[in-house]
Every structure is written in C-alpha cells, then in structure tokens.
C-alpha cells in the first residue's frame, strides 16, 4: 500500500506565506513525477505545480514567481512553498505522485492525497 500525506495548511492573513509538503510512505520503488492541485468551492480542481524526477518544473501562470515546487527523493517528500498568499488562493490542496511500487513492474500507479485546507483571509 501506498499512502500520501499532506500537511501544512492552515489559515493565514493576506501576503502571508504556507509551505505545504506530502510524505509518500508504503510499497514504493520509485516516484517519478508528483504535483500540487487545488480545488476551491464550485470550481474546477486545478494543478498549481509539477515536478519531475529530475526536477524540471512547472506552475500554474497564477502563482508563478509566489509559489515554488521541490522534492526531497530520499525523504520521498514534496513540498510548496507558498508566497503572497491572497485570498483567490482559498482551496483544498492535493498533492499526487505517479510511484512504480516494484523493481520489475513497470507500471505507474498514481496516488493522491488526502487534501489540506489553505485559507487566505483577513
């Protein structure tokens, strides 16, 4: 079994900062890319960043230059660092990983979190 685990949320003022992250825990051989999504109350889920096993990145034009994507592949972490935050950034935040969970299996499975509020408001 494979389980992601976000935390980092949290209620914070407007131009403040939140650093997400999402341990990845179980079965797994290798994670290959991971992204942050966000769902907001009667909106569409979103992806906000991307990372890659090399690290090459990705972001939503929303929060490019605010928000910042990273991984720690021997803590098998990923986290978002989350600058000026404004109230338009209010949602659920999911973090997902597409994970190989065996050496000679070469499937990728993808995996989601739980989700973690982030609440952008005076």
């Known amino acids: 079994q494979v389980q992601l685990v976000e935390s980092g949320g949290g209620l914070v003022q407007p131009g403040g900062s939140l650093t997400l992250s999402c341990a990845a825990s179980g079965t797994i051989f290798s994670i290959d890319t991971m992204g942050w999504y966000r769902q907001a109350p009667g909106k569409q889920c979103e992806m906000v960043a991307g990372?890659?096993?090399?690290?090459?990145?990705d972001y939503l034009n929303s929060v490019k230059g605010r928000f910042t994507i990273s991984r720690d592949n021997a803590k098998k972490t990923m986290y978002l660092r989350m600058n000026s935050l404004n109230p338009e950034d209010t949602a659920v935040y999911y973090c997902?990983?597409?994970?190989?969970?065996?050496?000679?299996?070469?499937?990728?499975?993808?995996?989601w979190g739980q989700g973690t509020q982030v609440t952008v408001s005076s």
């Open positions: 997902r990983a597409s994970i190989r969970i065996a050496r000679d299996d070469l499937r990728q499975y993808d995996y």
């Open positions: 990372i890659t096993s090399g690290n090459n990145t």
